[in-house]
């Protein structure tokens, strides 16, 4: 059925997720929104700011999974989208408004409300509400807490792939476990994906508040949009990512505040070769990461914020992003 088709499909697309893996053995705080204090960028955290900054940027590997349009998830919500989806995809099971609970295979339960205009077909609307407690259907997730899902755009065609699709997720108190490591999230984010006018694609996603947590660890970005652009007139792949957010991480100590000010521009599955993000903190210091090839990238450091560098490093895109693992 097409219309569970599609809730799938945007398990990989739907989250834009900072925080980081560890073992499930620490209990894992409800991640919240509450606004962090501006952090000054040092010679200590720069390197670790601009490793988070470029995972959440550029998505974990965005650049790689952008024809699959799978930007970057929380693990296991993929399973948890299509948990929930296959116990409506009995169309016979689905009304204008359906609302029933159901047992998961191993242990735990489910419980769905839909709200849809058309039982046979998606419309702009839509609503599921999915409320997981503890459910594990037997594939090594165990999922807890609330998900709504809202189709927010749709048009032209899927089985030509000229089509537009935006959905909002809402996620409370979200949790899931996968091989010993548990990821939560709550807030909102929405996704939209635009391919009606070949060759160019562009996916946006945006959130005014998205917490996540990983470990004993909660972080949260405001304010972000990161609007991706693929071009298949080219080979390789032509990408081009450009980006704004908030992000309060005690990785680095506070928040920061980043900007595109120059696009990123990358060839297929590989770094950026060309762009640059602008860190801000405290006291108007900054931080400029500058992509110099797709294997290198160079950070310019202002620590007093009187708008000269005092310090420049290099490294690698693979070493800068492993900071923030």
Same mark, same amino acid.
């Given at each position: %059925? @097409?219309?569970?088709?599609?809730?799938? +499909?945007?398990?990989?697309? %739907?989250?834009? +997720?900072?925080?980081?893996?560890?073992?499930?053995?620490? $209990?894992?705080?409800?991640?919240?929104?509450?606004?962090?204090?501006?952090?000054?960028?040092? %010679?200590? &955290?720069?390197? *670790?700011?601009?490793?988070?900054?470029?995972?959440?940027?550029?998505?974990?590997?965005?650049?790689?999974?952008?024809?699959?349009?799978?930007?970057?998830?929380?693990?296991?919500?993929?399973?948890?989208?299509?948990?929930?989806?296959?116990?409506?995809?009995?169309?016979?099971?689905?009304?204008?408004?359906?609302?029933?609970?159901?047992?998961? +295979?191993?242990?735990?339960? /489910?419980? @769905?409300?839909?709200?849809?205009? &058309? $039982?046979?077909?998606?419309?702009?609307?839509?609503?599921?509400?999915?409320?997981?407690?503890?459910?594990?259907?037997? &594939?090594?997730?165990?999922?807890?807490?609330? %998900?709504?899902?809202?189709?927010?755009?749709?048009?032209?065609?899927?089985?030509?792939?000229?089509?537009?699709?935006?959905? !909002? /997720?809402?996620?409370?108190?979200?949790?899931?476990?996968?091989?010993?490591?548990?990821?939560?999230?709550?807030?909102?984010?929405?996704? *939209?994906?635009?391919?009606?006018?070949? $060759?160019?694609?562009?996916?946006?996603?945006?959130?005014?508040?998205?917490?996540?947590?990983?470990?004993? =660890?909660?972080?949260?970005? =405001?304010?972000? =949009?990161?609007?991706? #652009?693929? &071009?298949?007139?080219?080979?390789?792949?032509?990408?081009?990512?450009?980006?704004?957010? =908030? @992000?309060?991480? $005690?990785?680095?100590?506070?928040?920061?505040?980043?900007?595109?000010?120059?696009?990123?521009?990358?060839?297929?599955?590989?770094?950026?070769?060309?762009?640059?993000? !602008?860190?801000?903190?405290?006291?108007?210091?900054?931080?400029?990461?500058?992509?110099?090839?797709?294997?290198?990238? !160079?950070?310019?450091?202002?620590?007093?914020?009187?708008?000269?560098?005092?310090?420049?490093?290099?490294?690698?895109?693979?070493?800068?992003?492993?900071?923030? #693992?």
């Amino acid at each position: %059925m @097409i219309r569970n088709t599609i809730i799938v +499909a945007l398990a990989g697309a %739907m989250l834009v +997720a900072c925080g980081g893996g560890s073992s499930g053995s620490t $209990p894992v705080p409800d991640p919240t929104v509450s606004g962090g204090d501006p952090v000054a960028i040092t %010679m200590d &955290n720069a390197q *670790v700011t601009a490793g988070v900054v470029a995972n959440v940027a550029l998505g974990d590997g965005v650049f790689g999974a952008l024809s699959g349009l799978e930007l970057p998830t929380i693990p296991g919500v993929a399973g948890a989208i299509e948990t929930g989806a296959s116990k409506i995809s009995n169309s016979s099971q689905l009304t204008a408004t359906t609302s029933a609970g159901f047992d998961c +295979a191993v242990l735990g339960t /489910v419980d @769905i409300d839909v709200t849809v205009s &058309n $039982p046979l077909e998606p419309t702009e609307g839509d609503v599921y509400a999915l409320q997981f407690a503890q459910c594990d259907e037997g &594939n090594g997730v165990v999922t807890d807490g609330g %998900m709504i899902i809202t189709i927010t755009d749709l048009g032209g065609d899927f089985a030509s792939g000229e089509f537009l699709l935006g959905v !909002r /997720v809402e996620l409370s108190a979200f949790h899931v476990t996968e091989a010993g490591e548990t990821h939560g999230a709550s807030g909102s984010a929405s996704v *939209v994906i635009d391919s009606s006018t070949p $060759p160019l694609t562009t996916i946006t996603v945006s959130t005014s508040a998205l917490a996540t947590t990983g470990g004993s =660890t909660a972080e949260a970005v =405001t304010d972000l =949009t990161v609007t991706i #652009s693929e &071009n298949d007139s080219t080979f390789p792949t032509a990408v081009s990512v450009q980006t704004s957010f =908030t @992000i309060d991480s $005690p990785r680095i100590g506070g928040e920061v505040v980043v900007s595109t000010s120059l696009a990123l521009q990358a060839s297929g599955d590989e770094y950026p070769y060309v762009g640059e993000l !602008r860190v801000s903190g405290a006291g108007n210091s900054a931080l400029v990461i500058i992509a110099l090839d797709a294997n290198r990238v !160079r950070l310019e450091i202002d620590i007093d914020g009187d708008g000269a560098y005092d310090e420049s490093l290099e490294t690698t895109w693979d070493e800068l992003m492993a900071l923030a #693992s």
